[in-house]
């Protein structure tokens, strides 16, 4: 073995290495009770917790047109693709982190030539060693290490809340673009109605059986069905426009049709009466606790700080005059630099460093409370307007029927002379609302749906 290849650090020093490598000022962690009642409103204690995380989004959206959006936007969504970028840049900055740990080791290599009025000479040099490596004996390193690992499994967290929030918003947005065809339908439909009308109106004027005030009426809903019209395409629209932002490219020809918002098998039924300990599986709070965790860590790089800080430098390597015997036959060279930092006075920087390092862990045990009480009262709104969304509906279709025979009455008796055409007006109007109003209703328990999914923490698996 030459002399340029001999270990650089005594035994000895490694042994102190490996001894000091189990100290640590990190606070042992303990996870902040949650905040919130133990079940949901009207829940049970007992109530499996994991049903919803563990749906995957193909088994919850079984309408196959959102399906397929869903699938492009998870490829191309650009907040999907910034979430997947942080996470390579959070690791990277981990294993930057986790390089500290171990020694650089840099090679060296130089020719030096001189002269003067009598003599030239020439020197050859080569050498291997490590610089300023710092000796963790009071965990600093390793704080700052789980730091940045604690930061990377926060960096992962987020990019499945982000995948989450995709999942359910172009599920939403395409239910927005459907809930708005189909009142564009209805509007249609009732144009056709109210066009009818106006005509007959228009004939018994002109015949002098009828007078300019009913012409008129019949003419303002005409005119009214075609301001719906417009207003629910521009709606119809806006919404594809977001629908396309969140798929992340022009919507493909030969998507499925899409099913009625009323029909059965849009989505799969969510379950009720679960545990408040589901909230924890949730992306968003599981990248608070970690982002607590790294605060903690960084309290333990604080508290380092107030220790010595030891760093080695050392070189082994070779010399000659000649190339050729610069390896085994030169003069040897070595150097070894141990050199030991002590605080002694700082002006009050290191204190001040862990208190503010204290507050950050403070803060952030606030923040994740604070996650959890927001994600329980949205599943628990989303669960207390479940079931009142349900029997709205049913509610609104009795109103439909009723209205629309109300509507067929007054129309026939106009027609024998037997009521006036403001009557007519009145149940037609009434009889459009109430259809306008079932749409939005089941468009709303829907989303609904989708949002309490969202919030129980489905849409990754």
């Known amino acids: ?36 009642a133990a079940t949901f409103p009207g829940g049970s204690a007992a109530a499996e917790a994991m049903a919803v ?24 969504n650009r907040d999907l693709r910034s979430a997947v970028l942080n996470v390579e840049r959070s690791q990277a900055q981990y294993r930057i982190s986790r390089a500290q740990t171990v020694p650089n080791v840099d090679g060296d290599a130089g020719y030096r030539r001189a002269g003067g009025p009598n003599a030239t000479s ?25 730091q940045a690992l604690e930061e990377f499994f926060a960096a992962e967290e987020n990019q499945r809340s982000a995948q989450i929030t995709v999942v359910a918003e172009v599920a939403i947005q395409h239910f927005t673009v459907q809930q708005a065809q189909e009142q564009i339908a209805l509007a249609r439909q009732t144009l056709a109605a109210v066009e009818a009308s106006f005509q007959l109106n228009q004939a018994t004027h002109d015949a002098g059986a009828t007078s300019e005030l009913d012409l008129r009426t019949s003419e303002a809903q005409v005119e009214t069905a075609r301001i719906n019209i417009l207003t629910y395409e521009r709606q119809a629209s806006l919404a594809a426009n977001q629908l396309v932002l969140l ?14 918002l009323d029909s059965r098998g849009v989505l799969a039924p969510v379950p009720a009466g679960m545990s408040s300990s589901v909230l924890l599986d949730r992306p968003d709070i599981l990248a608070a606790e970690h982002t607590l965790k790294a605060a ?100 609104q279709r009795g109103l439909v029927k009723t209205q ?49 999914y969202k919030a129980l923490g489905g849409g990754w698996k």
């Open 122 to 146: 020439s020197q050859w040099h080569a050498s291997i060693g490590t610089t300023a490596y710092e000796l963790d004996l009071f965990g600093r390193i390793r704080s700052l290490n789980a």
């Open 296 to 395: 903690e860590a960084n309290i333990g790089a604080a508290r380092a700080a107030f220790f010595p800080i030891i760093t080695l430098s050392g070189s082994a390597g070779g010399s000659s005059g000649e190339l050729r015997n610069l390896i085994g036959g030169g003069n040897g060279v070595w150097s070894f630099a141990p050199q030991m930092s002590v605080p002694i006075f700082d002006g009050g920087r290191n204190r001040a460093t862990l208190d503010a390092a204290e507050v950050s862990a403070r803060i952030e045990v606030v923040t994740y409370e604070k996650a959890i009480q927001t994600a329980f009262r949205e599943v628990a709104d989303a669960l207390a307007t479940r079931d009142s969304f349900r029997h709205q509906i049913e509610a």
């Open 247 to 260: 798929v992340g490219r022009p919507l493909p020809n030969g998507l499925p049709a899409a099913r009625p």
């Open 1 to 36: 073995m030459t002399r340029l290849l001999r270990p650089c650090l005594p035994i000895s020093l490694i042994s102190l290495m490996v001894a000091g490598a189990g100290c640590s000022f990190v606070p042992t962690y303990d996870r902040p009770a949650a905040p919130v």
């Open 53 to 76: 995380p563990n749906l995957p989004w193909r088994a919850f959206v079984l309408d196959a047109r959102p399906r397929q959006l869903i699938e492009l936007a998870l490829d191309a």
């Open 404 to 452: 629309q025979r109300r509507y067929e009455l007054a129309d026939l008796r106009y027609r024998q002379g037997e009521e006036l055409y403001l009557n007519v007006l009145s149940a037609q109007r009434d009889l459009y609302s109430a259809q306008q109003q079932l749409i939005q209703a089941t468009y709303d328990s829907v989303v609904n749906d989708i949002t309490l």
